[in-house]
């Protein structure tokens, strides 16, 4: 069994209490794990804010910060395999995906590597006579980031990176569900010589280590990444030290294909959007919003496709479809398919739970024309496609936006100037045109209604882990007057 340790003030600890991690491809105990508590919490929190203020970090050039980024970036880059080796294991993520996405993410420490001595001031031309003022950006302060199961390395990167960028130091919690990869990360950081307190990371559950790290008095910014109901847990225990926070939450996100699109082109991307990651993204395209006239053919390819994926052990290299990260989410996934048949939604594919070990679940389609069924509006987290049709581009684009949340939404067809107009109509934080799922550390990420606030990636993203401070200064050798002498 291996066992992980917190990453606190520069020192890897193993701490007063542990937890067992689970194989979600066995249902096995596979790793020892490290359970952070208020202690732990706190004292993470206090490392970071004598980093920030005191230590050999303050002190550094911005150049100097992204310096250090870039050797970070070099690090994961190398280790790159061996990170998406346990982010395998501790999620059930296949490998195929994780090792492409970790590679990937030394691009985001590149990225803000790049950024760290762009972060500007500026000069105002002000309206008063002897007097220059200049706005300094500095760091916001200790930054909160909370990190979820699925992609942690990606999710983490996207706060990690434009947070160091810009100064500030940080307390990482990694999701107690699969937080090996994270822990095992803190390695790097130390190898790459960040001083200590400037990156914690630790593990452990909401109300014991979550709630902590949210309310904690030196906290100013929480980054959050999850669903809905556990942000709204962090904006409440935000309300205790007003810091400022940025949430990517979940969504129920619409593609939409229209009858002069490609059809087989828009089938991949409709199966990489819902079935890559067993469907555990928060990007998922998981409502088909399909034109009438073709519904039925484009059902038949998704059909052909989704049967073809195999399903199997994350680690092999030909596993297509893995097992979702935790029974809980097997069992959700489960009642939820259940409670929309019963809805009257129909089982196009899939739909069943497999025999065996672990916590797999099918690539499953259902077929809600017509009914009211609660797959077009709960996110299942998992490999389910709901499917709807439509018959005019207004009637579409109704459908696309009859949900709460507003993260991403895909749009096929052919015709630019209706491409045009549902880019604009579309509410929702990402569009994708004829792609899904494209990302890149350049562009910022983020959503509308219950799928959150604020962006991640981009230099806008550096810029929110500041804050700006005015400075005057008075050019003039001339005394104050006295402001109680009238002249």
């Excluded at 007003?242 to 294909?257: C, D, H, Q, Y």
């Excluded at 073809?308 to 489960?334: C, F, N, S, Y």
Aim: proline share 6%.
């Amino acid at each position: 069994m291996q066992r992980f340790q917190s990453y606190i003030n520069g020192e890897f600890l193993d701490g007063e209490a542990r937890f067992q991690s689970i194989d979600p491809a066995t249902g096995d105990v596979w790793a020892d794990m490290p359970e952070a508590r208020e202690a732990d919490v706190d004292n993470a929190v206090n490392a970071a804010e004598r980093a920030l203020y005191e230590g050999p970090w303050a002190r550094l050039t911005a150049t100097q910060r992204g310096k250090l980024l870039y050797k970070l970036a070099d690090l994961v880059a190398a280790n790159a395999q061996k990170l998406a080796e346990l982010e395998t294991r501790d999620t059930g993520k296949i490998i195929r995906e994780t090792s492409a996405q970790i590679a990937y993410v030394a691009d985001y420490y590149r990225y803000y590597a790049g950024i760290a001595d762009k972060i500007e001031g500026s000069y105002l031309p002000i309206d008063k006579p002897d007097m220059d003022v200049w706005l300094r950006r500095e760091p916001i302060g200790v930054a909160a980031m909370v990190v979820p199961w699925n992609s942690q390395l990606f999710l983490s990167a996207v706060k990690i990176g434009p947070a160091l960028a810009a100064g500030c130091t940080m307390v990482i919690k990694a999701s107690e569900d699969g937080p090996a990869p994270l822990l095992e990360f803190a390695r790097l950081v130390h190898e790459a010589g960040f001083p200590a307190g400037v990156v914690n990371i630790l593990t452990g559950f909401g109300p014991s280590c979550g709630a902590a790290l949210a309310r904690h008095p030196k906290v100013a910014h929480i980054a959050f990444t999850g669903g809905p109901e556990t942000a709204r847990h962090i904006v409440r225990n935000s309300a205790e030290n007003l810091a400022s926070t940025s949430l990517e939450l979940g969504g129920k996100s619409p593609f939409i294909v229209f009858a002069d699109a490609d059809l087989e082109s828009a089938a991949n991307a409709q199966v990489a959007g819902i079935f890559a990651a067993t469907g555990q993204s928060c990007v998922a395209g998981s409502r088909l919003i399909v034109e009438r006239s073709v519904k039925d053919t484009f059902l038949s390819i998704l059909k052909h496709k989704a049967e073809a994926i195999r399903i199997g052990a994350p680690l092999d290299m030909a596993t297509e479809v893995g097992p979702l990260a935790t029974k809980r989410q097997q069992d959700h996934v489960a009642a939820l398919v259940e409670k929309s048949v019963g809805s009257g939604a129909r089982l196009v594919v899939g739909g069943h739970r497999p025999d065996g070990n672990g916590y797999y679940f099918p690539p499953t389609i259902l077929d809600c024309d017509g009914v009211a069924s609660p797959s077009l509006t709960e996110e299942f987290f998992g490999p389910v496609l709901s499917v709807v049709s439509f018959e005019t581009e207004a009637e579409a684009l109704k459908l696309a936006n009859d949900t709460r949340y507003g993260l991403a939404s895909g749009v096929f067809t052919q015709n630019l100037t209706r491409a045009h107009r549902l880019m604009k109509g579309i509410r929702a934080g990402v569009v994708w045109v004829n792609t899904y799922r494209a990302v890149s550390p350049i562009a910022p990420f983020g959503g509308f209604g219950l799928s959150g606030h604020g962006r991640e990636g981009g230099i806008a993203a550096a810029l929110d882990y500041t804050r700006t401070k005015t400075i005057w200064l008075r050019t003039s050798d001339d005394p104050i007057p006295d402001p109680f002498v009238m002249r």
